[in-house]
């Protein structure tokens, strides 16, 4: 069974930083790509991040750009998030994703026309940045 549980999270100052965790099991990250979501009250499910195992390609959505950093090992099978300078409107509830994926697979071309097959939803980490 794929499961996937993300740890992370927390409170902290703007301008802070934050690292996400993502552990898979039941699957290895060979062919999958693994995709960061947040969820802020009131607003839809937004796409953060995705890497993909067919090339390391990664994607970042525009309001994340140069602050957020996804990485994977594959040895421990994790995904990780890191966060830096982080924003108010970085609040939400973070979850990671998973989509199997028949390589090649590049997230920053591939990621927008797939982010709504992204399934096996982690239960969710809190991050609430103060101002």
């Known amino acids: 069974e794929v499961q996937l549980v993300e740890s992370g999270g927390g409170l902290v100052q703007a301008g802070g930083s934050l690292r996400l965790s993502c552990a898979a099991s039941?699957?290895?990250?060979?062919?999958?790509?693994i995709g960061w979501f947040r969820q802020a009250p009131g607003k839809e499910r937004e796409g953060v991040s995705c890497?993909?195992?067919?090339?390391?390609?990664?994607y970042y959505a525009d309001s994340v750009k140069g602050r957020f950093t996804i990485s994977s090992d594959n040895a421990k099978n994790t995904v990780y998030l890191q966060m830096n300078s982080l924003k108010p409107e970085d609040t939400a509830v973070y979850y990671c994703?998973?989509?199997?994926?028949?390589?090649?697979?590049?997230?920053?071309?591939?990621?927008?026309?797939?982010?709504?097959?992204?399934?096996?939803w982690g239960q969710g980490t809190q991050v609430t940045v103060s101002s």
């Open positions: 890497i993909s195992s067919s090339d390391g390609s990664t």
């Open positions: 994703a998973a989509l199997r994926i028949t390589p090649p697979y590049f997230c920053y071309s591939d990621y927008a026309a797939s982010a709504a097959d992204f399934g096996s």
């Open positions: 039941g699957f290895t990250f060979d062919d999958y790509a």
